[in-house]
């Protein structure tokens, strides 16, 4: 056992901030998290499982790819990145859904191009932090794998290079994902409240490579969807020209008469229901048969916590206190969100302890709106995106926000073009949800919809809304 030992470890009041870190996880918010506070003179260690990636290579879990969103932007912004990432990203103006007959057609997220999200690489942008970090002063060991935590006497046990590395610390922000080592170390100390709901559906990835010529072979800034009711496929672009494109459908024959992973277990039965279900995705994809066999079926969960930290001595962020599934692309958002507000209550608060339930307070309702988003945003993608009246409501929607634009902001604007908190974007959107509804019940189009009575409504029930500074 190699003594790495640090003496630090001991050292100073046990709940007053040393400025010094451990954060386990060198992933996206790892990496981000450690760049934030290093560049504010922090000492900090990161020990990452895997492999550096910018020499092996990228081995991450899931490769769906990224939405960057506003939130997300607004923290790489503060850490000086947002340029770099920007340069290998590619624009998405809105949905571009594919019926099972008629055209494909572009649903805009917001009013023009101010408002679109970012197609982004999980490696590319990896790799981009991971440089960020290290050039404001973090110190990354790689190949490191968390294997127990001893709190009372603050030593962290990492396995790398066929030994068991022991590491002494001050405090561990635990970054290090869904199946986190650290969270499981710190249910050992204190009870967390962990409890994972699994969706009873996955996913399986395939890919539409470049044109022959090389370019994209269909609309690149668009986020493509198959909707097919219970299930459904999406492709986002690639800056390499491809698409990754994602199949969804439940796990088990659920008696609907809809396709799963249990009745399509090859590529044969996948091929068929290529051509049955998204004919025009399937030309598109010609490695379609070794995809399906080579791939392996993803499960979906959002994970819930009680607590998120052990007083001052550990924290969780990101997907290790807040995993969900990804129907509205802001895993990643509020990750990143997660480590500028710790940034910010360890720059108010000299106590690790304060700081942590602080963090912990703020952040925990947001993250649970937004696990509740997420998952009501997959029956919109797969179900509602071709439907008459769900466009109806959208199109009455971007009128009453041209009408009312400091109050009435659509649901997807809320969460995806402005920082506001997630708690509060979702409370606002059942109130919309609801006036949208009524306004609407049994007409089929905007001209019969009597927009001069909603303007008391909207008043009375949605106040003037300003962004987060």
């Known amino acids: 056992m190699s003594a790495a030992s640090a003496a630090t470890g001991a050292a100073g009041a046990r709940g007053a901030t040393p400025r010094e870190v451990t954060i386990v996880g060198a992933g996206l918010a790892g990496a981000l998290m450690a760049t934030l506070l290093a560049q504010r003179g922090w000492k900090v260690e990161v020990y990452e499982s895997r492999g550096d990636p910018r020499l092996h290579g990228f ?40 019926p099972l007959e008629g055209a494909p057609q572009l649903q805009r997220y917001g009013r023009d191009d101010s408002e679109v999200i970012w197609s982004v690489s999980r490696g590319e942008l990896n790799i981009t932090l991971i440089d960020a970090a290290e050039a404001a002063g973090a110190r990354l060991h790689f190949d490191r794998r968390l294997e127990s935590v001893d709190f009372t006497a603050r030593r962290a046990f990492y396995r790398g290079g066929g030994e068991l590395h022991r590491v002494g610390f001050r405090t561990l922000i635990g970054c290090d994902g869904a199946g986190s080592t650290l969270r499981a170390q710190m249910q050992q100390h204190g009870d967390l409240g962990e409890r994972t709901e699994w969706l009873e ?11 022959a010529d090389g370019d994209f072979r269909i609309e690149p800034n668009a986020l493509h969807i198959w909707p097919r009711g219970r299930y459904m496929c999406i492709a986002l672009p690639n800056d390499e020209r491809t698409f990754t ?3 969804f459908m439940a796990m088990e024959d659920e008696g609907h008469g809809d396709p799963s992973f249990e009745t399509v277990p090859d590529a044969r039965a996948a091929r068929a229901l290529f051509e049955r279900d998204f004919p025009d995705a399937l030309p598109l994809i010609p490695e379609l048969d070794h995809d399906f066999e080579a791939n392996p079926v993803g499960t979906l969960g959002t994970l819930y916590l009680d607590r998120w930290h052990l007083d001052g001595d550990a924290v969780l962020i990101g ?61 919109e993608m797969r179900d509602l995106v071709d439907d008459p009246g769900f ?10 926000q041209a009408r009312h634009p400091t109050r009435f902001i659509p649901h997807y604007a809320m969460v995806t073009f402005m920082r506001i908190p997630y708690s509060l974007a979702l409370e606002r959107s059942e109130v919309q949800r609801v006036i949208l509804e009524d306004a609407t019940r049994g007409l089929s189009s905007l001209d019969e919809v009597d927009i001069d009575a909603l303007d008391p409504v909207i008043e009375a029930a949605l106040p003037p809304l300003e962004d987060s500074p």
């Not at 559906?201 to 044109?211: N, S």
């Not at 947001?366 to 997420?374: E, H, L, T, V």
């Open 201 to 211: 559906h996955g996913y399986k990835e395939l890919e539409i490579p470049p044109a």
């Open 319 to 379: 997907d290790a206190a807040h995993a969900m599934v990804p129907f509205h692309g802001q895993g990643m958002n509020c990750a990143f969100e997660d480590c500028v507000a710790l940034a910010k209550h360890l720059d108010a608060n000299d106590d690790l302890a304060t700081a942590y339930a602080a963090f912990a307070a703020q952040r925990r309702p947001d993250a649970a709106a937004i696990q509740k988003m997420a998952l009501d945003n997959y029956i």
């Open 245 to 247: 494109v994602t199949l």
């Open 59 to 98: 081995a991450g879990g899931r490769s769906i790819n990224l939405a960057l969103a506003e939130r997300g932007l607004h923290a790489l912004r503060a850490a000086d990145a947002d340029r770099d990432v920007l340069a290998q990203a590619v624009m998405m103006r809105g949905r571009m859904v594919h």
């Open 391 to 400: 466009l109806l409501q959208r199109e009455l929607e971007l009128a009453l």
